[in-house]
T-cell receptor
C-alpha cells in the first residue's frame, strides 16, 4: 500500500519559470516530510524538510508547502534552472524512524 | 568526513550466490538505514540500526537477508541465495539522533543473472 504518492511521473518547465512538484499522503500520523533530489547513478540528496507544525518552509529557491487537512505537500522551485533537472522524491515519517518515499517526479528544466 | 560511503558500487552475481555490501556512515551519526530501490520506484525501507542495535526490520527483509552493525560503526547487508528479484539499488543512509534528514550514500547496484 503506497502511503506516499507522487502522481506526476514527469514535469517539464522552461528555465526561469516556477516548477511545482506535488505529493499526497494517506497516513495522518506522518509528522515530518522531506524532499530529495536524485541524479542518475547517485544516491538521493536531501533538499528541504518540513514538520507538521508548520505549513511552509523556505530555503533559497526552494519552498515546501504542507496542507495537513488535504494531506498534500508541494515543492516550489523558483526560478527553475537547468541544473535542477533530476528526479524528486517526497518522503514522510511518523516519529522520525523509517521514511516512506513516493515514486518520484522527473523534472526537466528546458534552457 | 566525506559522507556515507558504500562498497561496492556495482555487483553482478549469479543466481544462488551470496553477496555482501558494506556501508560506512558519517562518523557522528548513530542511526543507519538500509533501503532498496527498484526502477521506477522510490526507496523502500529495509532495516534500521541505532548504534549497534537493529531496531526495526521491514517484512521485505526475508530470511535470506541479514544486516549487522558491529560496534555501531559500519554496517553490512548480506543476501544469501540471491534471486533475480533481488536485483535493485541498495541504499544506505545515516542520520544523527536530532536530525531527521537522512544522508544517503551513492548505493550499490546489484544485478542477479
Amino acid at each position: 500500500d503506497q502511503q506516499v504518492k507522487q502522481n506526476s511521473p514527469s514535469l517539464s518547465v522552461q528555465e526561469g519559470r516556477i516548477s511545482i512538484l506535488n505529493c499526497d499522503y494517506t497516513n495522518s500520523m506522518f509528522d515530518y516530510f522531506l524532499w530529495y533530489k536524485k541524479y542518475p547513478a547517485e544516491g538521493p540528496t536531501f533538499l528541504i524538510s518540513i514538520s507538521s507544525i508548520k505549513d511552509k518552509n523556505e530555503d533559497g529557491r526552494f519552498t515546501v508547502f504542507l496542507n495537513k487537512s488535504a494531506k498534500h505537500l508541494s515543492l516550489h522551485i523558483v526560478p527553475s534552472q537547468p541544473g535542477d533537472s533530476a528526479v524528486y522524491f517526497c518522503a514522510a515519517s511518523a516519529f522520525g524512524n523509517q521514511f516512506y518515499f513516493g515514486t518520484g517526479t522527473s523534472l526537466t528544466v528546458i534552457p | 568526513d566525506t559522507g556515507v560511503s558504500q562498497d561496492p558500487r556495482h555487483k553482478i552475481t549469479k543466481r544462488g550466490q551470496n553477496v555482501t555490501f558494506r556501508c560506512d556512515p558519517i562518523s557522528e551519526h548513530n542511526r543507519l538505514y538500509w533501503y532498496r530501490q527498484t526502477l521506477g520506484q522510490g526507496p523502500e525501507f529495509l532495516t534500521y540500526f541505532q548504534n549497534e542495535a537493529q531496531l526495526e526490520k521491514s517484512r521485505l527483509l526475508s530470511d535470506r537477508f541479514s544486516a549487522e552493525r558491529p560496534k555501531g560503526s559500519f554496517s553490512t547487508l548480506e543476501i544469501q541465495r540471491t534471486e533475480q528479484g533481488d536485483s535493485a539499488m541498495y541504499l544506505c543512509a545515516s542520520s544523527s539522533r536530532t536530525d531527521y534528514g537522512y544522508t544517503f550514500g551513492s548505493g550499490t547496484r546489484l544485478t542477479v543473472v
